[in-house]
Antibody, heavy 121, light 108 residues
Framework: EVQLLESGGGLVQPGGSLRLSCAAS????????MTWVRQAPGQGLEWVAA????????YYADSVKGRFTISRDNSKSTLYLQMNSLRAEDTALYFC??????????????WGQGSLVIVSS | EIVLTQSPGTLSLSPGERATLSCRAS???????FAWYQQTPGQSPRLLIY???SRATGIPDRFSGSGSGTDFTLTVSRLEPEDFAVYYC?????????FGGGTKVEIK
């Protein structure tokens, strides 16, 4: 059974940093592209960043480019999102999601339950 | 960036009725690169449709997708109680992915 478990969220001040983790199990992690999608309270979905399975190519939304870094440790089956220079508008529930293929299809067949990030002073 | 606009914002229907949800793209999207998700309160999104019309694993056949160019549709042929939820469209034609704002299907 595919499982994605996010952690690392919390309350952080504007300008601060946070690192999210997503522990994956139930599939060969290195074989699949992974992504982060966020959802502000009461709002819709916003794609944040993606990383391919083996080549490690990364892609970012303009809203986070230069501030967020997506990475993965295939030996630990874990996805990361390093978030720097956080702003109030980054407040959201952050989901990690699995792509159905390694090279990145761009849609997501499994999702975690999310990790809440609140940026506030 | 391709902007997706979903309509209506809210759809009020009764169980057993047909639901038709629309998603319009700001530019043409290849049918290969279009998906739909369902999200119920407090839950993470669930993939329903990919490639415009292919159902994901385990999705009942009352859900169907269609469309081309800039106009895409999700149809639920007969609403079951568990289908009352928010639905999102998504395009993955460009490296910058985007979602629609969502359509809430509520019980009338």
């Amino acid at each position: 059974e595919v499982q994605l478990l996010e952690s690392g969220g919390g309350l952080v001040q504007p300008g601060g940093s946070l690192r999210l983790s997503c522990a994956a199990s139930g599939f060969i992690f290195s074989n699949y592209a992974m992504t982060w999608v966020r959802q502000a309270p009461g709002q819709g979905l916003e794609w944040v960043a993606a990383i391919k399975g083996t080549a490690g190519n990364t892609y970012y939304a303009d809203s986070v480019k230069g501030r967020f870094t997506i990475s993965r440790d295939n030996s630990k089956s874990t996805l990361y999102l390093q978030m720097n220079s956080l702003r109030a508008e980054d407040t959201a529930l952050y989901f990690c999601a699995k792509d159905p293929i390694s090279t990145w299809a761009g849609y997501f067949d499994y999702w975690g339950q999310g990790s809440l990030v609140i940026v506030s002073s | 960036e391709i902007v997706l606009t979903q309509s209506p914002g809210t759809l009020s229907l009764s169980p057993g009725e047909r639901a038709t949800l629309s998603c319009r793209a700001s530019q043409s999207v290849d049918t290969t690169y279009f998906a739909w998700y369902q999200q119920t309160p407090g839950q993470s999104p669930r993939l329903l449709i990919y490639g415009t019309s292919s159902r994901a694993t385990g999705i009942p056949d009352r859900f169907s997708g269609s469309g081309s160019g800039t106009d895409f549709t999700l149809t639920v042929s007969r609403l079951e109680p568990e289908d009352f939820a928010v639905y999102y469209c998504q395009q993955y034609a460009s490296p910058v992915l985007s979602f629609g704002g969502g359509t809430k299907v509520e019980i009338k």
